[in-house]
């Protein structure tokens, strides 16, 4: 039995990881302007106007969409930038833009209404009543669901709604609620919703003390390992901390999200689009992560097995989760 492949979305943090993403066979790229205007608001990464009007002519040569995300939500008295963004972004040829903020709904569904809108999972929408609700007041065409949901849950939302859904199966791993962080907020003054930045490089401090390699973030240890151990990256919700007497992760172990093997199980959820994590990482991860995930897709559309996920070498820690898929968290 064979059917429609699952639309492959995928990251481009620079010009050249969209060549290489669209190279190695992505349905879809997503990615921001070089501004606050996206979640992923870092030095060197992002894209100028005209990068982004070169990036969609390179995507739909080759077949492929592009996507915009404008999906932190505006400062009082800046919604300009926000507004421009989305303007922008229907003038240079985006299949569509990705939105959390309400007002920004409003705006692009009043004033750009023949530009799709899918809703970011910075909206955190998590049951049919919401999703329904910014399908039926915003024109919203497609929901990204947050990292918190199992596979039932999944199913049993897409019973519920009349939009497609799209779903995280690589990348890094959010444990909060989406954009929401106020442990990352309070440690640098800079928020993912608001600045689009979560554990910004520039708070982050490496030391060697007594032996050991300490990581901070703002005034925080994160964490405290051999010399020659590896250090994870210090964000607060995949730290060792000391609770209730004993040391550990509290929240989550600083692992990398990978449910290729459940690929056939969010088919038949009714999945419509799956989603890589990694504007922040290199060209050659993307292309690696793609090219795994299309040959998956391809085998399951085809009625074949898919193969054994090889991205081991590409998470954190060289260590991968299924997360909330199954409802593993702590």
């Given at each position: 039995?064979?059917?429609?492949?699952?639309?492959?979305?995928?990251?481009?943090?620079?010009?050249?990881?969209?060549?290489?993403?669209?190279?190695?066979?992505?349905?879809?790229?997503?990615?921001?302007?070089?501004?606050?205007?996206?979640?992923?608001?870092?030095?060197?990464?992002?894209?100028?106007?005209?990068?982004?009007?070169?990036?969609?002519?390179?995507?739909?040569?080759?077949?492929?969409?592009?996507?915009?995300?404008?999906?932190?939500?505006?400062?009082?008295?800046?919604?300009?930038?926000?507004?421009?963004?989305?303007?922008?972004?229907?003038?240079?040829?985006?299949?569509?833009?990705?939105?959390?903020?309400?007002?920004?709904?409003?705006?692009?569904?009043?004033?750009?209404?023949?530009?799709?809108?899918?809703?970011?999972?910075?909206?955190?929408?998590?049951?049919?009543?919401?999703?329904?609700?910014?399908?039926?007041?915003?024109?919203?065409?497609?929901?990204?669901?947050?990292?918190?949901?199992?596979?039932?849950?999944?199913?049993?939302?897409?019973?519920?709604?009349?939009?497609?859904?799209?779903?995280?199966?690589?990348?890094?791993?959010?444990?909060?609620?989406?954009?929401?962080?106020?442990?990352?907020?309070?440690?640098?003054?800079?928020?993912?919703?608001?600045?689009?930045?979560?554990?910004?490089?520039?708070?982050?401090?490496?030391?060697?003390?007594?032996?050991?390699?300490?990581?901070?973030?703002?005034?925080?240890?994160?964490?405290?390992?051999?010399?020659?151990?590896?250090?994870?990256?210090?964000t607060l919700c995949k730290g060792c901390f000391m609770a209730g007497g004993?040391?550990?992760?509290?929240?989550?172990?600083?692992?990398?999200?990978?449910?290729?093997?459940?690929?056939?199980?969010?088919?038949?959820?009714?999945?419509?689009?799956?989603?890589?994590?990694?504007?922040?990482?290199?060209?050659?991860?993307?292309?690696?992560?793609?090219?795994?995930?299309?040959?998956?897709?391809?085998?399951?559309?085809?009625?074949?097995?898919?193969?054994?996920?090889?991205?081991?070498?590409?998470?954190?820690?060289?260590?991968?989760?299924?997360?909330?898929?199954?409802?593993?968290?702590?």
């Open positions: 039995m064979t059917g429609p492949a699952l639309e492959l979305v995928c990251p481009a943090g620079t010009p050249a990881s969209l060549r290489a993403a669209v190279d190695a066979g992505a349905h879809t790229v997503y990615c921001g302007f070089a501004d606050e205007t996206n979640a992923r608001n870092f030095p060197g990464l992002n894209f100028s106007r005209d990068e982004l009007a070169a990036g969609v002519a390179y995507a739909h040569r080759a077949g492929a969409k592009l996507l915009v995300a404008i999906n932190t939500f505006p400062r009082a008295g800046a919604e300009a930038l926000w507004h421009r963004a989305v303007a922008d972004a229907g003038a240079a040829g985006a299949d569509a833009v990705i939105l959390a903020d309400l007002g920004l709904l409003a705006h692009a569904a009043e004033r750009h209404p023949g530009l799709r809108r899918h809703l970011s999972v910075q909206a955190a929408a998590a049951n049919p009543d919401a999703i329904n609700f910014y399908a039926e007041s915003f024109g919203v065409k497609r929901v990204v669901l947050p990292r918190v949901l199992s596979v039932e849950e999944i199913t049993a939302i897409n019973r519920d709604i009349e939009v497609e859904t799209e779903v995280f199966v690589f990348g890094g791993l959010c444990v909060m609620a989406e954009g929401r962080c106020s442990l990352s907020s309070y440690a640098t003054g800079r928020s993912p919703n608001m600045h689009g930045v979560c554990s910004p490089a520039s708070h982050v401090v490496y030391a060697e003390e007594r032996g050991e390699l300490v990581s901070r973030l703002g005034e925080f240890t994160i964490h405290r390992v051999g010399r020659d151990a590896p250090a994870p990256y210090p004993q040391t550990g992760h509290v929240f989550e172990d600083p692992i990398s999200l990978d449910a290729a093997e459940l690929i056939p199980r969010l088919a038949k959820a009714g999945v419509t689009a799956l989603k890589i994590e990694g504007r922040q990482r290199s060209r050659a991860y993307v292309a690696a992560v793609v090219k795994s995930f299309r040959r998956a897709t391809d085998a399951i559309a085809a009625g074949r097995p898919a193969p054994a996920s090889d991205l081991a070498y590409l998470t954190e820690g060289q260590t991968s989760t299924v997360g909330a898929y199954r409802k593993t968290w702590r």
